[in-house]
């Protein structure tokens, strides 16, 4: 089992820039693939981003893709989210999430979940 916590969330302007650290504890944090979703108000959660167990493989929503970076520091047991150009449709709850299988885009893969950290983008 492995214990997930964000950190990073703010105000932020249009155009502006975050970076969402989300720090596991437990297990090896290297046996997990992690993703990053978001939820904004009376939404769905989304797929953001993914990287593969060894940070060798990415993958991102075309909503973030050129935008956002995701990166992982298994020394650290730490997985990062870099947001730049940052919209207002950004604003939203952002989850950090971990998997013991390949990368994926649903959240219905992801066992497990970090209590989330508030975006705001304003205009």
């Known amino acids: 089992q492995v214990q997930l916590v964000e950190s990073g969330g703010g105000l932020v302007q249009a155009g502006g820039s975050l970076r969402l650290s989300c720090e596991a504890s437990?297990?090896?944090?290297?046996?997990?693939?992690m993703g990053w979703f978001r939820q904004a108000p009376g939404k769905e959660r989304d797929f953001v981003s993914a990287?593969?167990?060894?940070?060798?493989?990415?993958y991102y929503s075309e909503s973030v893709k050129g935008r956002f970076t995701i990166s992982r520091d298994n020394a650290k047991n730490t997985v990062y989210l870099q947001m730049s150009s940052l919209k207002p449709e950004d604003t939203a709850v952002y989850y950090c999430?971990?998997?013991?299988?390949?990368?994926?885009?649903?959240?219905?893969?992801?066992?497990?979940w970090g209590q989330g950290t508030q975006v705001t983008v304003s205009s």
């Open positions: 990287i593969s167990r060894s940070g060798g493989i990415t």
């Open positions: 437990g297990r090896t944090f290297s046996l997990y693939t």
């Open positions: 999430a971990a998997r013991m299988g390949s990368g994926s885009m649903s959240d219905r893969e992801y066992a497990y």
